[in-house]
């Protein structure tokens, strides 16, 4: 008797149990034969009866790649999952990768290729606020389709973007509100990395703390992509003695940053300290010794204690390695695929301008964070959640908060 079972890969095997496990499948899809090409891609994308091809664009090189190489990985295990499933509209998902190389011209060059040469149906992309706005004239002069995972500065909308991270409404302000509480405080030192996320952010953040919080914001500083010196920073930040430390120190500068403070003296109880950029992803490179008991303001921790998650952390491993950690883009990048995935089925078709306007109200009940929902604003309705780092390198979750509805424009914040 003939054992296919035998030819077939653990992982893969794997990965079929889950993604049927998971519910993350959409009842109902049809095959291929009940969707005919010549209906379901009307515009020139690269579909056929067998095959749909997708873009993956991030940086695998350079200061970025410390912070993107989760997502790269969520992306390829959730693409493989559902080809495992039986692909989309009964077509199997064809991977085209390029490399932003943490630089945003580049970026832009290769959205262009794979929109315009590549004719692919969707793009799986970005991280940094500075490499979305480098693609996005390119997404909406070609008509193409870009899910973003990052956490972001919000003010932006697109017909064509899904943000599947989280906007300044759901991240920065709601966990302000909460150390605020947690430890009484009044002074806020803002640090970041020198570009649009980090700046914007703190404009937010600097409005929040002043006008509603009733704090002082004593500090607020930049640093360049790539930075590893932070010793006259962290000396500021011990003479003015500010009641948290409000950062957003991305890539791998966040090494140097962690360990710099370790070295200088400054320690949890000393200083509290809040970062809105280090995931799971980042940690691995700084080390848990070096960044145990302080917070991250994210909506998704590895270590979230729910079925959905378990089974996820289970696949991810099972693909990637024991070894490897799943943070908060990481799993937004993993409902990118899905999210395409659940749109194009409803539209019944790979057409940008259908999936775009299938893609409010999608539901994922099965998300590894839990319930999300598109809201017509093309963002994701999601929770924030406060974890503390433990020297493990996973973080204890603190606090969470109910289901916040995304909101990119906020009043008075702009």
Not at 107 to 121: C, G
Not at 258 to 286: H, M, N, Y
Not at 288 to 299: F, L, T
């Amino acid at each position: 008797m003939h054992d296919s079972t035998r030819k077939t890969p653990a992982w893969k095997r794997h990965l079929l149990a889950v993604a049927l496990g998971t519910g993350l499948g959409f009842a109902g899809a049809a095959g291929a034969a009940d969707h005919p090409t010549e209906k379901v891609s009307t515009t020139g994308l690269a579909v056929n009866d067998d095959t749909v091809k997708v873009g993956i664009l991030h940086s695998i090189t350079g200061t970025m790649a410390i912070s993107e190489t989760g997502s790269v990985e969520a992306e390829k295990l959730a693409i493989e999952q559902i080809n495992a499933m039986g692909g989309v509209l009964g077509r199997k998902i064809e991977v085209i990768q390029e490399d932003g190389a943490s630089d945003w011209p580049t970026f832009a060059e290769k959205s262009r290729k794979l929109l315009t040469q590549d004719k692919v149906a969707a793009v799986f992309g970005c991280w940094t606020s500075a490499s979305r706005k480098a693609v996005l004239p390119v997404f909406e002069k070609e008509n193409g389709l870009l899910y973003y995972p990052t956490f972001y500065e919000g003010l932006e909308q697109s017909k064509n973007v899904i943000y599947t991270g989280q906007e300044a409404t759901q991240q920065n302000l709601a966990g302000l509100d909460w150390i605020a509480k947690e430890k009484d405080a009044k002074t806020y030192y803002l640090v970041g990395s020198d570009y649009i996320w980090p700046r914007t952010s703190n404009k937010i953040a600097r409005k929040h703390i002043e006008n509603v919080l009733g704090g002082e914001v004593i500090g607020e500083e930049y640093y360049p992509l790539g930075n590893t010196n932070f010793g006259s920073l962290i000396n500021k930040i011990r003479l003015k003695k500010p009641d948290v430390v409000y950062a957003s120190i991305v890539g791998g500068s966040n090494v140097a940053w962690w360990k710099q403070l370790k070295a200088a003296g400054i320690t949890p109880e000393r200083q509290t300290i809040v970062t809105i950029s280090v995931t799971e992803d980042e940690v691995l490179g700084i080390g848990g010794e070096n960044i145990a008991g302080y917070y991250s303001s994210m909506k998704y921790f590895q270590s979230l204690e729910n079925d959905n998650n378990q089974a996820f952390v289970k696949a991810f491993k099972a693909r990637w390695g024991e070894d490897s950690v799943i943070g908060d883009v990481t799993q937004a990048a993993y409902l990118g695929p899905w999210l395409w995935k659940a749109a194009v089925e409803k539209a019944g078709s790979f057409d940008v301008d259908a999936v775009a306007a299938a893609s409010a109200d999608i539901e994922l009940e099965t998300a590894p964070e839990g319930y999300v929902k598109v809201h017509e604003n093309h963002h994701l309705w999601s929770k924030l959640r406060m974890g503390q780092w433990k020297a493990d390198g996973q973080a204890e979750v603190v606090y969470e908060s109910e289901l916040i509805e995304p909101n990119p424009f906020p009043e008075g914040y702009q």
